[in-house]
């Protein structure tokens, strides 16, 4: 399904996290949301996922999403949230894949496409190993794998990743990403991720939006978004962006300029 944000803010108390927000992600899409520490990138996925105040609209397929009920925006909306999941811990990978799906409902009372779901979440993000043992059980990385297959597992229309490889090796980080394209190409889901590494943003995501003080300051494809000159100019950072193999794009920081970047 397509997501459409259009003059969204979001407000955190009295404070303007958000302001003027308007971009819409197409269903098999990703979206980077990208910015400066404190630009406002976690606000924005939290209004999206109905967790701080908004003004202005979203709309899923055109549908306003802040009209549904909390019960039901949740049911369309995947979240994974910044750090590392705080998951239960008593429980195990396999039955918290199974309480995602049914709210309350353990193994020996799934439908028998609840275990399947399951089992295949478990192949697809390559969690097998995992399935018997508890959150306890699990480094950090880990557990970011798994609070994704607990979002994917409930097949969202919108998917909100809010920095999902920060635990993640080099390798994981790569298996991350390439899984959430493609299930996001093939769920036909919107999905929206906040990405600090730009070399991952333009790697992965169809389009960027980069936020300054809570406003967007550039959208669009990463190659036309992440210049030299506006990566300067954002993030106070003196960049050479090189051409690679296959197209991609390599942004390399050289310096702060002018003791401009915190
Ligand atoms: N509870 C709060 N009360 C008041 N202001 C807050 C609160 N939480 C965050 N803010 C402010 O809202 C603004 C946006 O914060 P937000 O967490 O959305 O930024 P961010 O872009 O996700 O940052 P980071 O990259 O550091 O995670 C910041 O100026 C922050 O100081």
């Given at each position: 399904m397509s997501l459409s944000l259009e003059d969204l803010g979001v407000r955190i108390g009295r404070h303007?996290?958000?302001?003027g927000v308007s971009c819409a992600v197409a269903a098999g899409e990703c979206l980077a949301v990208l910015g400066r520490n404190g630009a406002g990138k976690t606000s924005l996925v939290r209004g999206v996922a109905g967790l701080l105040p908004v003004t202005g609209a979203i709309r899923l397929d055109g549908q306003?999403?802040?009209?549904?009920?909390p019960a039901e925006r949740s049911r369309r909306i995947g979240y994974v949230a910044q750090g590392v999941a705080q998951l239960?811990?008593?429980?195990?990978v396999f039955d918290l894949l199974l309480l995602a799906q049914n709210?309350?409902?353990f193994a020996w009372a799934a439908p028998r496409e609840s275990l399947h779901r399951a089992e295949a979440m478990l192949d697809l993000l390559g969690l097998q190993p995992l399935?018997?043992?508890?959150?306890?059980?699990?480094?950090g990385g880990q557990r970011q794998m798994v609070a994704l297959a607990l979002a994917l597992v409930r097949r969202p229309a919108v998917l909100l990743l809010d920095?999902?490889?920060?635990?993640?090796?080099l390798a994981n980080q790569l298996h991350l990403l390439e899984l959430v394209r493609t299930h996001t190409r093939r769920a036909g889901m919107a999905t929206v991720m906040v990405l600090h590494d730009l070399n991952l943003a333009s790697r992965y995501a169809d389009s960027v939006l980069m936020l300054e003080d809570g406003a967007p300051v550039h959208a669009g494809p990463a190659a036309e978004v992440l210049t030299e000159e506006r990566l300067a100019r954002v993030y106070g950072v003196d960049c050479r962006i090189l051409a690679m193999e296959g197209g991609h794009r390599a942004i390399y920081p050289l310096a702060r300029l002018g003791g401009t970047a915190a």
């Open positions: 303007r996290a958000v302001r306003d999403l802040t009209a549904l009920g239960s811990a008593q429980l195990t709210g309350g409902q399935a018997r043992r508890t959150p306890a059980e699990m480094s920095e999902p490889t920060s635990a993640l090796d």
